[in-house]
């Protein structure tokens, strides 16, 4: 390594090495004006997006919006059955996939683990973590809609518990591999089974968690309108049945935006609005849960 | 010999304690609940299968080559859905990747962290917004500016019968697989620029520091030391991007014009696999009609189910180790 060192300091190299240097400083210069750029340009168009949401959105809020239902073009109105509809699916498609993501998120955790067939479910359900909302859709529609003759939001919310279950899943593992080895066998030292170890000690422990990890599937499948599409359909008066077809706020949207009439498609930025704001205060809530988690 | 009894007695004890019945049960709830999954997908893969059959069994091979889409004749071919898709997906990737890794080298290197903290929750928070509020900014805001200020002025710049015309043509609405795919591209950004951040995050500091220490620029540092090194998450991560924009339904279904013919050119109207499905399904009466969307649907199936497990194989080689 000092024949170069030589060379370089040699007085006939000393130019070429300037000339060298100042490219490098230059090229690096462009680098980082490129970068900086790209985020400018990034976030600047995001920003743009959000902000025709909230021109758009926010000059149609009003109590009508919440109380009453959707109306037929021309006349006042609200989106009250589709926030209901959204509501109650959401709600029926969390109590499945919180059930079941959390039991087979402890099952790859604590019991799986290494096995084969452990990095199998594993390696399915992050494909299913990505995988197009429009399939479940179809999927269900085969299952129980074909079947049954009808759309019912009874299928919607199997769709959507069909979404939210990887993320469930996905984030028990990860929580449940957080918590330390010594708090199991501390449990078993004293003569608790496996079992009893993971709901009263581990699952206990990871309390936040496992809430968060609910509320990023909850944000995932509130905003969701493809699946629904072909599962429940629609709704244009307020239902509670669950085998019959229900409304739901991004359907609604869909439906509006797409409409040939002014006062729908302001209430479908109404919506989009609402819906926005929603998913992203859950998320944030989710993520100030698990920051209190982790500091602990 | 007397004390074998009760120690064997208390060993016996001890195989069989109160609560192994209920840890045999709990066990098997939780490898059933992951069992439910799987199944699922298994389902899913084989309702797909089943319900799209007729399609295939009836148009063959010529169900991927057709690009003549006649729900009145009942005949179908795909092609045009499916190049749409392709077309749609990969050039929105184009255009975000390089503005996503820019994103995320500037985030992690050149920005200071008290910016760098909420800037990178930001874009995280911002990969969660659901795809209909920005399909709903293309078809309200960008469609019409597109057509006013782009597609408009191209149109009377570019001399008739040449190779530009013939790449630009299309009806000047603003609806077509170039916004199409401009709309995906920022759909998909926050989303590829917080996973290639969370990789450049991950790169152990001594290795920037040893590059830095040597005299490095940050250009060498970041195409030299840390591209390398994250390398193939990085294409893991791409390719993760691209199975969400080929499956995108909401998007593309409000801003790609929805023509099932195969695209001419980059501002012609088109359609996706997702759009064609979500604006067909609930309309379709014959039997063929259902059986070539649904077919469609195995079609986006098998694309995206590619992309995102060699994704996942890529991304995941180091995690789980």
Same mark, same amino acid.
Request: proline residues 5%; charged residues 10%; aromatic residues 10%.
């Given at each position: 390594?000092?024949?170069?060192?030589?060379?370089?300091?040699?007085?006939?190299?000393?130019?070429?090495?300037?000339?060298?240097?100042?490219?490098?400083?230059?090229?690096?210069?462009?680098?980082?004006?490129?970068?900086?750029?790209?985020?400018?340009?990034?976030?600047?168009?995001?920003?743009?997006?959000?902000?025709?949401?909230?021109?758009?959105?926010?000059?149609?809020?009003?109590?009508?919006?919440?109380?009453?239902?959707?109306?037929?073009?021309?006349?006042?109105?609200?989106?009250?059955?589709?926030?209901?509809?959204?509501?109650?699916?959401?709600?029926?498609?969390?109590?499945?996939?919180?059930?079941?993501?959390?039991?087979?998120?402890?099952?790859?955790?604590?019991?799986?683990?290494?096995?084969?067939?452990?990095?199998?479910?594993?390696?399915?359900?992050?494909?299913?973590?990505?995988?197009?909302?429009?399939?479940?859709?179809?999927?269900?529609?085969?299952?129980?809609?074909?079947?049954?003759?009808?759309?019912?939001?009874?299928?919607?919310?199997?769709?959507?518990?069909?979404?939210?279950?990887?993320?469930?899943?996905?984030?028990?593992?990860?929580?449940?591999?957080?918590?330390?080895?010594?708090?199991?066998?501390?449990?078993?030292?004293?003569?608790?089974?496996?079992?009893?170890?993971?709901?009263?000690?581990?699952?206990?422990?990871?309390?936040?968690?496992?809430?968060?990890?609910?509320?990023?599937?909850?944000?995932?499948?509130?905003?969701?309108?493809?699946?629904?599409?072909?599962?429940?359909?629609?709704?244009?008066?307020?239902?509670?049945?669950?085998?019959?077809?229900?409304?739901?706020?991004?359907?609604?949207?869909?439906?509006?935006?797409?409409?040939?009439?002014?006062?729908?498609?302001?209430?479908?930025?109404?919506?989009?609005?609402?819906?926005?704001?929603?998913?992203?205060?859950?998320?944030?809530?989710?993520?100030?849960?698990?920051?209190?988690?982790?500091?602990? | 010999?007397?004390?074998?009894?009760?120690?064997?007695? =208390?060993?016996?004890?001890?195989?069989?304690? *109160? +609560?192994?019945?209920? !840890?045999? %049960? @709990?066990?098997?709830?939780?490898? #059933? $609940?992951?069992?439910?999954?799987?199944?699922?997908?298994?389902?899913?893969?084989?309702?797909?299968?089943?319900?799209?059959?007729?399609?295939?069994?009836?148009?063959?091979?010529?169900?991927?080559?057709?690009?003549?889409?006649?729900?009145?004749?009942?005949?179908?071919?795909?092609?045009?859905?499916?190049?749409?898709?392709?077309?749609?997906?990969?050039?929105?990737?184009?255009?975000?990747?390089?503005?996503?890794?820019?994103?995320?080298?500037?985030?992690?290197?050149?920005?200071?962290?008290?910016?760098?903290?909420?800037?990178?929750?930001?874009?995280?928070?911002?990969?969660?917004?659901?795809?209909?509020?920005?399909?709903?900014?293309?078809?309200?805001?960008?469609?019409?500016?597109?057509?006013?200020?782009?597609? =408009?002025?191209?149109?009377?710049?570019?001399? *008739? +019968?040449?190779?530009? !015309?013939? %790449? @630009?043509?299309?009806?000047?609405? #603003? $609806?077509?697989?170039?916004?199409?795919?401009?709309?995906?591209?920022?759909?998909?950004?926050?989303?590829?620029?917080?996973?290639?951040?969370?990789?450049?995050?991950?790169?152990?500091?001594?290795?920037?520091?040893?590059?830095?220490?040597?005299?490095?620029?940050?250009?060498?540092?970041?195409?030299?030391?840390?591209?390398?090194?994250?390398?193939?998450?990085?294409?893991?991560?791409?390719?993760?991007?691209?199975?969400?924009?080929?499956?995108?339904?909401?998007?593309?279904?409000?801003?790609?014009?929805?023509?099932?013919?195969?695209?001419?050119?980059?501002?012609?109207?088109?359609?996706?696999?997702?759009?064609?499905?979500?604006?067909?399904?609930?309309?379709?009466?014959?039997?063929?009609?259902?059986?070539?969307?649904?077919?469609?649907?195995?079609?986006?199936?098998?694309?995206?189910?590619?992309?995102? %497990?060699?994704?996942?194989?890529?991304? #995941?080689?180091?995690?789980?180790?």
């Amino acid at each position: 390594m000092t024949a170069p060192d030589k060379t370089l300091t040699t007085p006939t190299q000393t130019p070429n090495r300037f000339e060298r240097d100042t490219r490098r400083k230059i090229i690096n210069m462009v680098f980082v004006v490129l970068a900086t750029g790209a985020t400018a340009f990034a976030v600047g168009a995001l920003l743009l997006i959000l902000y025709s949401l909230v021109v758009n959105g926010l000059g149609g809020i009003n109590l009508a919006v919440f109380t009453m239902d959707q109306p037929p073009p021309g006349e006042v109105g609200g989106l009250r059955n589709a926030i209901l509809g959204s509501i109650i699916m959401c709600t029926m498609g969390m109590a499945l996939a919180v059930v079941v993501g959390i039991l087979s998120g402890t099952w790859l955790a604590e019991y799986g683990d290494g096995s084969r067939i452990a990095s199998t479910v594993r390696f399915l359900n992050d494909v299913l973590l990505s995988a197009p909302s429009i399939l479940v859709g179809l999927f269900v529609y085969e299952m129980l809609v074909r079947p049954f003759h009808g759309f019912s939001a009874l299928a919607g919310a199997v769709a959507l518990a069909f979404l939210a279950t990887p993320v469930v899943t996905r984030t028990t593992e990860d929580i449940l591999r957080l918590q330390s080895g010594a708090l199991r066998e501390a449990g078993m030292a004293l003569g608790a089974n496996r079992g009893f170890v993971i709901r009263t000690i581990i699952w206990r422990a990871s309390q936040s968690g496992l809430v968060t990890g609910a509320l990023l599937g909850f944000a995932r499948i509130s905003g969701e309108t493809a699946p629904l599409l072909f599962t429940s359909l629609g709704n244009p008066f307020q239902s509670f049945r669950l085998d019959q077809p229900m409304a739901a706020l991004p359907t609604t949207i869909f439906q509006f935006a797409l409409s040939a009439y002014d006062d729908w498609r302001r209430l479908a930025w109404v919506g989009a609005l609402l819906i926005a704001t929603t998913v992203l205060a859950i998320n944030i809530l989710g993520r100030v849960l698990t920051r209190g988690s982790t500091h602990k | 010999m007397a004390s074998v009894g009760p120690t064997g007695a =208390a060993s016996r004890e001890r195989e069989t304690p *109160p +609560g192994a019945f209920g !840890e045999t %049960a @709990f066990r098997s709830l939780c490898f #059933g $609940a992951s069992m439910v999954l799987m199944i699922g997908l298994a389902g899913l893969i084989i309702s797909l299968a089943i319900g799209g059959w007729p399609a295939f069994a009836k148009f063959g091979f010529s169900f991927f080559t057709s690009s003549e889409w006649d729900p009145v004749a009942d005949r179908y071919g795909a092609a045009g859905p499916i190049a749409g898709t392709l077309i749609t997906a990969f050039l929105a990737l184009l255009m975000s990747l390089p503005l996503a890794v820019g994103v995320a080298i500037f985030l992690t290197e050149f920005c200071p962290p008290r910016i760098a903290q909420p800037l990178g929750m930001a874009v995280e928070l911002l990969a969660g917004i659901p795809s209909i509020v920005y399909g709903m900014w293309g078809l309200f805001v960008l469609a019409p500016w597109f057509a006013a200020h782009v597609q =408009a002025p191209l149109a009377a710049s570019v001399t *008739p +019968g040449s190779w530009l !015309e013939r %790449a @630009f043509a299309g009806v000047p609405n #603003g $609806a077509n697989i170039f916004t199409a795919s401009l709309i995906l591209a920022v759909m998909i950004l926050p989303y590829m620029a917080s996973v290639f951040r969370e990789l450049l995050m991950a790169v152990p500091p001594q290795m920037r520091e040893a590059a830095y220490g040597i005299g490095s620029t940050s250009y060498e540092v970041v195409g030299s030391i840390l591209i390398p090194y994250v390398r193939t998450s990085a294409i893991g991560a791409v390719m993760l991007g691209l199975g969400r924009a080929l499956g995108e339904t909401m998007a593309v279904t409000f801003i790609i014009g929805n023509s099932h013919a195969f695209p001419k050119s980059l501002f012609d109207s088109g359609s996706t696999i997702a759009s064609t499905i979500a604006n067909e399904f609930t309309e379709a009466t014959g039997e063929l009609h259902v059986a070539a969307l649904i077919a469609l649907g195995l079609v986006l199936f098998v694309i995206t189910f590619g992309s995102i %497990a060699g994704a996942r194989l890529l991304l #995941g080689q180091e995690k789980y180790k």
